[in-house]
Every structure is written in C-alpha cells, then in structure tokens.
C-alpha cells in the first residue's frame, strides 16, 4: 500500500525557517518523482518543487533560492528545508509522487494528508 | 509559464444530471511525438487531499467511477460527470504536466441544485 506522510508544520515567524518531512512507504523515493504542492486557505493548489532520479530537482520561481527539496534514500524520506519565509507562504503543504514535467510520471497520483505551515508575527 | 483557465469558477447541477467542466491552457499541451496530451483531472473534497481522476487527458485512474470522463487535445478540455452523485460535491482541478513549471486551473466548485 502506497502512504505519504507529512510532517514539522506548525506556526513560524516571517524570516524563519522551517524543515518538512514526507515519509513515503510502498515506493522507492530513489526511483519516482516526488514532489511538494501547496495550498493556501480557502486557495487552489500550486505546485513548489520536484525531485527525481540522482537528484535532480526542480523549484517554483515563488520559492527559488529559499526552499530545498532533498531526499534520503535510507529512510525514504523527501524533505522540504524552507528558509527566509514569508506571510504569503502559509499553506498546506503537501506531497505526492508525480510532477515529472513531460514524462509518464507527470500526475500526482498519490498525496499525503498535507501538514500546515503558518507564517506569521 | 502555461495558464491554464476553468471554467466555469463554480455551477450547481441536478442529481443524476451532467456536469462540464472546462479547462483552456495558454498554450498546446498536446506532445506531437507520442500524440498525448500532458494535462490531468483532480477531485477534491473538503479536507481531504486531492485526488486523481484523470490522466492523459482521457484516461481514468484506477477505481475512478466510469461517470467520470476527460477529453479534448491540444488547448481545450473537458471534464464530464454524467449522473451526478451527491459524493461528487467537490472543487475539481485539471493540471498541465507539459512543461515547467506545473500549472493548476484556479479549480471549479461543484454543488448539488
């Protein structure tokens, strides 16, 4: 059975950092696309970053040079470091596998249940 | 970056009658060399995470209702619920996985007349 786990929400000043974990079971992280999607209240989804095979990843312009996605093969875990941020990050913030950009793997056919994060003074 | 456009932003439909959904992407999302387009369906209900309904435009996910259907190439699309089921309440999102950065419409409220 497929899971995704979220995880390290929780209420964060602007200008703090914050590290989110997607435990995964049922797949290898090392051989799929997983990805990070974010939902602001009451908002619609908005893909944040992507990493695949050997690393490679991929960021929204939104979150570019202040969000990191990496992955630890061992735990099969994909994380989300998110630094310098800001009000308008306040989102669930989920994961799924998918979000290969011009690949077989490009939908999010499975997604956890989200964890919240809440920039705010 | 590709916009894609729902349409309408929400509707109220009868039980056991159709709902269309459209969506419209600034550009082509139709991959000439294997002729697929790169564009997917999502349902979400209140709380939950979304879910899957569609890929390939027009290929039902596994366990997906068959009043469930998706069409449309190129740019314009279409998401169609026949028989409409009081469970089918929901925002529904289509999603284009041509070309990056991945794009979602702003999503289409769905609610029972």
């Known amino acids: 059975e497929v899971r995704l786990v979220e995880s390290g929400g929780g209420l964060i000043q602007p200008g703090g950092s914050v590290r989110l974990s997607c435990e995964v079971s049922g797949f290898s992280v090392s051989r799929n696309f997983v990805s990070w999607v974010r939902q602001a209240p009451g908002k619609g989804l908005e893909w944040v970053s992507v990493i695949y095979t050997a690393g490679t990843k991929y960021y929204a312009d939104s979150v570019k040079g202040r969000f990191t996605i990496s992955e630890d093969n061992s735990e099969n875990t994909v994380y989300l470091q998110m630094n310098s941020l800001r009000v308008e990050d306040t989102a669930l913030y989920y994961c799924?596998?998918?979000?290969?950009?011009?690949?077989?793997?490009?939908?999010?056919?499975?997604w956890g249940q989200g964890t919240l994060v809440t920039v705010s003074s | 970056d590709i916009v894609m456009t729902q349409s309408p932003d929400s509707l109220a439909v009868s039980l056991g009658e159709r709902a269309t959904i459209n969506c419209k992407s600034s550009q082509s999302v139709l991959y000439s060399a294997n002729n697929k387009n790169y564009l997917a369906w999502y349902q979400q209900k209140p709380g939950q995470p979304p879910k899957n309904l569609i890929y390939?435009?027009?290929t039902r996910e596994s366990g997906v209702p068959d009043r469930f259907s998706g069409s449309g190439s190129g740019t314009d699309f279409t998401l169609t619920i026949s028989n409409l089921q009081a469970e089918d309440v929901a925002v529904y999102y289509c999603q284009q996985y041509y070309s990056s950065p991945i794009t979602f419409g702003q999503g289409t409220r769905l609610e029972i007349k």
């Open positions: 390939w435009a027009s």
């Open positions: 799924a596998r998918g979000g290969g950009v011009a690949s077989n793997l490009g939908n999010f056919d499975y």
